[in-house]
């Protein structure tokens, strides 16, 4: 029964086939009028109309197709901008981040250059913690001891003095910056030989006062106020002469010791990389500030004091 009806089927398509190349034979050897050639014409004409109607009533589900799959291929277009965007933007942020460490180390070493600093070993260090206080009086950086920083090391960046290490561990240290209460750097007033002490100013946070200029002392707005070079107490830094602190505001005349406002020059508000001006056994500034920490009380160690004439000279690099 099976075997009939497969060779029934095999009969049927070679007629098919046959009938079929008999009528193409016959429909390539007419002429343009002939029969088959009308036949197909109006086969045309009864099929054309419903083939209109069928493209005009699938042309809303094609459409539907169309824009699913445009819709698929925007979101996956989409997908693949947003990780291109995100790793733009990465790539962004690291070059910025780049370039805003390499202006403060390229600033760092062009004060380096400016100041006779070569007498100290400066370690660059990363500020890693501020303190959480609208006073900003100490930063945490990640260099200590093991990097030979210690107390009373001065620290500075690009723009100039930022503080001193008053605190100090094996792998990190404290800096007390120049407006913190307990600070107070031996300063000069420009190109003049007037020196006073900086220290914060009461009640105004973000300003210094420079002190105890001798009332003759000649000070102008936006005058410079750079470290003095000396030490006046025994617990005081030894600053190398010369670093910028800030510019003068304004003048107070009202004392027997004329004193400044100033302006700090360092933005403490924004320190990433600081430097630490560490001093080697043996150099001119671990020995003067063994010096300084041996002066009795209330004897200051500044150029044209009498017994500290070793002091000044060194100090001062003369």
Same mark, same amino acid.
């Given at each position: 029964?099976?075997?009939?009806?497969?060779?029934?089927?095999?009969? =049927?398509?070679?007629?098919?086939?046959?009938?079929?190349?008999?009528?193409? @034979?016959?429909?390539? +050897? &007419? $002429? %343009? #009028?002939?029969?088959?050639?009308?036949?197909?014409?109006?086969?045309?004409?009864?099929?054309?109309?419903?083939?209109?109607?069928?493209?005009?009533?699938?042309?809303?589900?094609?459409?539907?197709?169309?824009?699913?799959?445009?819709?698929?291929?925007?979101?996956?277009?989409?997908?693949?901008?947003?990780?291109?965007?995100?790793?733009?933007?990465?790539?962004?942020?690291?070059?910025?981040?780049?370039?805003?460490?390499?202006?403060?180390?390229?600033?760092?070493?062009?004060?380096?250059?400016?100041?006779?600093?070569?007498?100290?070993?400066?370690?660059?260090?990363? =500020?890693?913690?501020?303190?959480?206080?609208?006073?900003?009086?100490?930063? @945490?950086?990640?260099? +200590? &001891? $093991? %990097? #030979?920083?210690?107390?009373?090391?001065?620290?500075?960046?690009?723009?100039?003095?930022?503080?001193?290490?008053?605190?100090?561990?094996?792998?990190?240290?404290?800096?007390?910056?120049?407006?913190?209460?307990?600070?107070?750097?031996?300063?000069?007033?420009?190109?003049?030989?007037?020196?006073?002490?900086?220290?914060?100013?009461?009640?105004?946070?973000?300003?210094?006062?420079?002190?105890?200029?001798?009332?003759?002392?000649?000070?102008?707005?936006?005058?410079?106020?750079?470290?003095?070079?000396?030490?006046?107490?025994?617990?005081?830094?030894?600053?190398?002469?010369?670093?910028?602190?800030?510019?003068?505001?304004?003048?107070?005349?009202?004392?027997?010791?004329?004193?400044?406002?100033?302006?700090?020059?360092?933005?403490?508000?924004?320190?990433?990389?600081?430097?630490?001006?560490?001093?080697?056994?043996?150099?001119?500034?671990?020995?003067?500030?063994?010096?300084?920490?041996?002066?009795?009380?209330?004897?200051?160690?500044?150029?044209?004091?009498?017994?500290?004439?070793?002091?000044?000279?060194?100090?001062?690099?003369?």
């Amino acid at each position: 029964m099976y075997d009939k009806t497969v060779r029934r089927r095999r009969a =049927v398509l070679l007629l098919l086939v046959v009938l079929s190349l008999i009528l193409l @034979t016959a429909y390539f +050897g &007419e $002429a %343009a #009028g002939g029969q088959l050639h009308s036949v197909q014409r109006a086969f045309l004409t009864v099929l054309s109309p419903i083939q209109d109607g069928a493209n005009k009533a699938l042309k809303p589900v094609r459409d539907a197709f169309g824009w699913i799959g445009d819709t698929v291929d925007a979101k996956s277009e989409r997908k693949q901008l947003v990780r291109q965007v995100d790793k733009l933007r990465r790539e962004v942020i690291a070059e910025q981040t780049e370039r805003s460490a390499y202006r403060e180390l390229l600033a760092l070493y062009r004060l380096d250059n400016r100041l006779s600093v070569s007498d100290y070993h400066p370690v660059t260090a990363t =500020v890693v913690a501020k303190s959480p206080n609208i006073w900003y009086s100490t930063v @945490t950086i990640d260099k +200590g &001891e $093991a %990097a #030979g920083v210690h107390i009373n090391d001065p620290v500075i960046n690009g723009e100039g003095l930022v503080g001193k290490v008053t605190q100090v561990a094996s792998d990190g240290a404290q800096v007390s910056l120049i407006t913190d209460s307990t600070m107070g750097v031996s300063a000069r007033l420009g190109s003049t030989p007037a020196t006073g002490i900086v220290q914060p100013k009461v009640g105004a946070p973000n300003d210094l006062l420079l002190q105890y200029l001798p009332a003759n002392t000649q000070a102008n707005r936006g005058d410079y106020v750079v470290t003095s070079g000396t030490v006046s107490s025994p617990d005081d830094s030894l600053y190398p002469p010369g670093i910028p602190i800030g510019q003068v505001t304004s003048v107070n005349e009202e004392s027997a010791y004329r004193s400044v406002n100033v302006h700090p020059l360092a933005d403490l508000h924004n320190l990433d990389v600081v430097q630490v001006l560490t001093s080697v056994r043996g150099s001119t500034p671990a020995k003067v500030s063994g010096l300084a920490a041996n002066l009795p009380a209330g004897q200051t160690a500044a150029p044209g004091t009498a017994g500290t004439g070793a002091l000044a000279s060194a100090t001062t690099g003369k």
